[in-house]
């Protein structure tokens, strides 16, 4: 015995999404079940909007509405550094903090030979056309910390040596508002190699 | 900066579900904009599906595409034994065993008064009226073995009294293909007490 099939086939779908297993999609089904119809009406809504409006801008690679993307048409910001994401979600975070005001290049991803993610999978000839292009003075890696995302950055720093800019990889220490002991040896190690003049 | 509009919308849909929160959400909609359209269209499809064929029993109250629903309507059952169960996702898991040949009746939850879930929200008043017409001779209680299923079914032993039927719990005890001292005290002095004569 299986449940009907308008349920079984919105729990096969929905278990098709990352972090959705088979107990949790039966979850939302009962949970949607009980809402009120105009949830499921609005949900399937949203999915439909997503695909039909939301598009990669072809110069960062960036998720919005519009191509280019708003911070790639913005006039006012610095067109000489690029800061070098893998995720959309990166972007929104250096954004979060008001600081930067250079454009983007998002990689979609990072080199992870494990995962079949390849230099030729991600959006590097893309970040070197542009380089290449001029105008680029300095590239700014923010790629994650861990060993694939410092991998790709290595990576970056060797297929940008043949242009004339600066390429830089942010900072790896301790996070702001941590006590020293509560941080890793290689943390540490890394503030200590990254240490600076006061 | 936040998302554009499509992303945002659809994160604050998914947040509303359960057991997704903003982190999965963003994880969820950066696969769905990776995967093929098609797979957004299929999943909204589904959902669209589920509220306009999935409808309740009016007599045992489970979900079905018909209404009585596949079991109620099946006259190969037994139509005096009623096995009183929680949700649609337990009666599946007794329709899974092949043993049980009797109906259902579907409370669509437990007696949780620190929730706000009474009596009165149950299919309970349900049950009674479907017990007074006549022509059952066992209700099974299967709500489940926590504290509010326990509740329930003692205020449902209580509320049948008044009926010439047979009341019965479903048994507690050490599961199946479990060591002994792999069980909780209470699960133990549970197996003590319903031991049967071998």
């Given at each position: 015995m299986r449940y009907p099939p308008p349920i079984q086939k919105l729990i096969e779908e929905l278990t098709r999404?990352?972090?959705?297993?088979p107990r949790s999609a039966e979850r939302i089904v009962f949970h949607l079940l009980k809402a009120p119809p105009s949830d499921c009406a609005q949900l399937a809504g949203a999915l439909v909007e997503l695909r039909k409006r939301i598009l990669h801008c072809s110069v960062c690679y960036s998720v919005a509405?519009?191509?280019?993307c708003p911070i790639c048409s913005d006039?006012?910001?610095?067109?000489?550094t690029l800061c070098v994401v893998e995720r959309p979600s990166d972007m929104m975070a250096v954004e979060k903090t008001g600081s930067y005001r250079g454009l983007y290049h998002l990689l979609?991803?990072?080199?992870a030979p494990l995962d079949?993610?390849?230099?030729?999978?991600?959006r590097i000839e893309e970040l070197l056309q542009r380089v290449k292009k001029?105008?680029?003075r300095e590239v700014v890696i923010a790629t994650s910390s861990d060993v694939e995302g410092e991998a790709t950055a290595i990576y970056l720093a060797g297929a940008l040596k043949r242009f004339p800019v600066k390429v830089t990889r942010i900072a790896h220490g301790i996070p702001m508002?941590?006590?020293?002991?509560?941080?890793?040896a290689v943390t540490i190690s890394k503030a200590f190699e990254g240490r600076t003049l006061m």
């Open positions: 999404l990352p972090g959705i297993g509405e519009s191509d280019p006039k006012k910001r610095d067109p000489h979609m991803g990072k080199i079949g993610v390849g230099p030729d999978s991600l001029g105008g680029v508002g941590s006590s020293l002991d509560f941080n890793d």
